[in-house]
């Protein structure tokens, strides 16, 4: 299961369980991390590792170790667990382990063991770094990117001029021939101290990690860069890919939509009410896929969808504009269904028999109410002389309010509009 | 006073072609811009009493003729007129000092009516922005100690609460006057004075809540 850790360590503060951390790492975060799970200074934790490594290269033996097996703070999984997962990977680095003991063996019997002897902590350790890129999370692949970039004379802005292309070749050159160097005298020494052939000496060990580091940073200046140049390919690469597939997919938007309302208003040209309704129809629905990409459909699932579905429908139906404003949202209920019948009546009634062409519609959720404001600026009536076939419309908006407890306030004047205001009780 | 001088930013030829239409004759237009440097340069030159700003240009849009502008010209007001209505722009360019939002779907009596209270130094609510601001006010005490609500700046009044709600409804300043019983003129002090909260408040919500309601 994914824990994720404090970002640094508080002092005095230990904090279980133990995971690499993902803020306050340099390399792999395996000391950060530790850090955090004891409660104690990052510092001190790195210092401690340097001494072990020190001692025989155990600090970085168990460095590798704890950042293959251990899962960094806020992922699932460990590099180690992640490579087993996948045969690809996992084959790859059993392959790269039979190479080495198979150049060993080859070393051996062509009677060079002592070449064997400095090269396989060299190998051993690539097949880690290897591991540890395979294996890493997306999020900490890019962290070792980054670190990798920002290192001076490897990172990108080294590479830029001659001057710091020759002083990388040599540095990174004379980094070989050092690590080469140390690796040599391990040879000697290991063949010195025991003097036969068969087995390792632990006690070179430590000659053994120190020279394949200083070879391991010499390859890495002068490969890093070349290394870099080619993610930097890959990564705009995908970039590009993603530009031109969001392009094809506004591209096949905007030609289901706007081109085909377009034709739609040209063949209709001579129908002034069409045209309107078209280029209404067409600028909600643009309108949303621009400023509300993830607004719910409107088949409902919200009070505030609900009464976009009503603006559409009755825009659609009768080509007036369906001002809508909308506070607060909550889920759909019978209460909002009601409500929103109730309102559709009323919206429906405006349209028809109000004679203007805009109707403001409010919603408004507040913590323990529910209300809906319909009104128009059209001819208004006389509320207490109703017309006998509009009775029916009011007396259904009065019922369906009342059976939840609502109110109803029907206010119009002669000429100046109509105003509905609906309350429900919510809960 | 006369007929205010009206300055017009927008990057759509078809759209200042309009507005010069129908504004000629009712209003002074003393120029236009179809991008942002150009109107910053011009703006600052004729001081108009108006400038019709629309959001969405390239370059930065109005946002950043507003904050290049509005320190070097406090006489000049500026009314946001834009096809979006979504939350963000509307806040922001409030925010940056907008005396009003509407929509390019106004009407145009409305549109002369918002130009001539924006020049008298009044402020212009569509129903939309009411309802962004009852929506974004309505979220205090949320996650806000009571040490950092300014009652001034952080809340807004009862009355000013029954006045947005009717612009939200669709009710001209006139209407709300009768249907609350107070005069226009209180009406308009009222909208002023909750223009000036959304622009000074230090609420942080105010931006994610406009933000976050475009991800909604």
């Known amino acids: ?427 | 006073m006369g007929q205010p001088r009206v300055f017009l930013v927008d990057d759509h030829e078809l759209i200042r072609s309009g507005l010069r239409s129908e504004l000629a004759g009712w209003v002074d237009i003393v120029g236009e811009a179809d991008e942002v440097e150009a109107a910053i340069e011009m703006i600052q030159e004729r001081t108009p009493d108006v400038v019709l700003l629309d959001v969405h240009m390239p370059a930065g849009g109005g946002l950043a003729v507003l904050r290049a502008v509005a320190d070097k010209c406090p006489a000049t007001r500026f009314l946001a007129l834009s096809v979006s209505d979504a939350a963000e722009d509307v806040i922001s360019i409030i925010r940056a000092g907008a005396r009003g939002y509407v929509t390019k779907t106004i009407s145009m009596p409305d549109l002369l009516d918002a130009i001539y209270r924006v020049a008298a130094g009044d402020a212009v609510f569509s129903p939309r922005l009411a309802g962004f601001v009852l929506d974004a006010f309505s979220l205090e005490g949320t996650n806000l100690s009571p040490g950092d609500v300014d009652p001034d700046l952080d809340l807004l009044t009862p009355r000013e609460r029954q006045v947005l709600r009717l612009i939200a409804r669709g009710y001209s300043y006139r209407d709300i006057g009768t249907e609350l019983d107070i005069s226009t003129k209180t009406v308009e002090s009222h909208v002023s004075s909750v223009l000036r909260k959304l622009q000074l408040t230090n609420r942080h919500q105010l931006t994610n809540w406009a933000s976050e309601r475009n991800l909604n």
């Open chain 1, 1 to 427: 299961m994914a824990v994720t850790t404090p970002p640094r360590a508080v002092i005095g503060a230990p904090h279980r369980p133990y995971r690499r951390g993902a803020q306050n790492a340099i390399l792999g975060g395996v000391c950060g991390g530790l850090a955090i799970r004891l409660g104690v200074k990052e510092r001190t934790v790195r210092i401690v590792f340097a001494l072990l490594a020190l001692a025989w290269g155990l600090g970085l033996l168990l460095y590798i170790a704890l950042w293959l097996t251990l899962a960094r703070s806020g992922e699932d999984e460990s590099i180690a667990q992640r490579l087993l997962g996948h045969r690809r990977e996992l084959y790859r680095v059993i392959i790269g382990l039979l190479a080495i003991v198979a150049i060993l063996f080859l070393l051996r019997a062509i009677g060079l063991p002592s070449v064997g002897a400095y090269t396989w902590p060299f190998l051993l350790t690539l097949i880690g770094v290897a591991a540890v890129w395979h294996g890493a999370s997306t999020d900490e692949r890019h962290h070792l990117h980054e670190l990798v970039k920002s290192t001076p004379l490897v990172g990108v802005p080294a590479s830029r001029s001659r001057g710091s292309f020759w002083l990388r070749v040599v540095l990174g050159a004379i980094l070989v021939f050092a690590g080469l160097v140390v690796l040599r005298q391990l040879g000697n020494h290991r063949v010195f101290i025991n003097g036969t052939q068969s087995g390792w000496a632990f006690g070179s060990l430590a000659p053994a990690i120190i020279g394949t580091l200083i070879l391991l940073a010499g390859v890495v200046v002068l490969l890093a860069p070349w290394w870099l140049a080619t993610m930097n390919d890959l990564s705009g690469e995908r970039r590009e890919r993603v530009r031109v597939e969001e392009r094809a997919r506004v591209a096949a938007h905007l030609h289901d939509s706007v081109l085909q309302t377009l034709t739609l208003i040209e063949r209709a040209a001579g129908d002034e009410a069409a045209v309107v309704r078209l280029a209404r129809n067409q600028e909600r629905e643009l309108r949303r896929w621009l400023f509300d990409p993830d607004a719910p459909s409107e088949e409902g699932g919200t009070f505030a969808a609900s009464l976009r579905a009503l603006q559409s429908e009755i825009e659609n139906d009768y080509g007036v504009r369906v001002e809508l404003v909308t506070v607060g949202d909550c889920d759909a209920s019978d209460d909002v269904a009601a409500l929103v019948a109730a309102g559709r009546e009323a919206v429906i009634n405006a349209a028809r028999w109000s004679g203007a062409n805009t109707i403001a519609v409010y919603g408004e959720v507040e913590t323990d109410s529910l209300s809906l404001f319909v009104r128009d600026q059209g001819r208004g009536f006389d509320v207490e002389a109703i017309p006998s076939d509009r009775q029916g419309i009011a007396l259904s908006i009065r019922q369906r309010m009342a059976q939840r407890g609502g109110t109803v306030v029907l206010k119009s004047t002669p000429s100046a509009g109509t105003d509905v205001q609906l309350t429900l009780p919510h809960h």
